[in-house]
């Protein structure tokens, strides 16, 4: 499983786009922790998986982000107490997650332009998988339990639409 899938979110709610994003965290994840733990595989494999991870989690998870941060957050700010202790701690967690992303970043930027360098790296990529994955896993939870809930609960249909067209909006600025 070094290898990993690009398909563009198909839901049309927006909630449904956001568990896709989701989808997508836990996918590239499992990913990068083949990556650590791959052996004997071909210079071939090792670049793609390699370049795969850090073009979703340098690219793509930065814009899931500024979705929550940017156009989640600020609609739900100040609707329930508990709503707003999970923003916090989304956002809060967010910052967190920012030097461990960067080490992952890294390191499989290496290993795509040098994959000879695989073996030596991949304690380290270990490291940083197994210390990020679970905050990860932390993260999400929360916000599907907590978060979701409240994106159905107080944004109207047509709030939820305005919403996705901007977090389209934002993937077509990004390229992607």
Do not use: N
């Not at 909630?15 to 650590?36: D, K, Y």
């Not at 670049?47 to 930065?62: C, I, K, M, S, T």
């Not at 993260?139 to 047509?158: C, G, K, Q, S």
């Amino acid at each position: 499983m070094l290898h990993s899938l690009s398909r563009k979110p198909s839901s049309d709610t927006l909630v449904g786009a956001l568990l896709e994003c989701h989808a997508r965290i836990r996918h590239f994840s499992a990913v990068a922790r083949a990556l650590a733990d791959a052996t004997g595989r071909s210079d071939a494999d090792l670049v793609g998986a390699a370049e795969d991870v850090r073009r979703y989690f340098e690219q793509a998870l930065p814009l899931h982000a500024r979705d929550e941060d940017d156009s989640i957050a600020p609609r739900l700010l100040g609707r329930e107490p508990t709503v707003d202790a999970a923003l916090a701690t989304m956002r809060s967690q967010h910052d967190e997650h920012r030097p461990s992303l960067t080490e992952l970043v890294s390191v499989c930027d290496t290993i795509a332009r040098a994959p000879g360098e695989h073996e030596a790296l991949r304690a380290r990529l270990s490291r940083v998988v197994e210390h990020l994955v679970p905050q990860f896993e932390v993260h999400m939870e929360l916000e599907e339990r907590v978060i979701f809930p409240a994106v159905l609960r107080w944004l109207d249909a047509d709030v939820q639409d305005l919403v996705r067209r901007e977090l389209r909006a934002r993937r077509q600025e990004g390229g992607r």
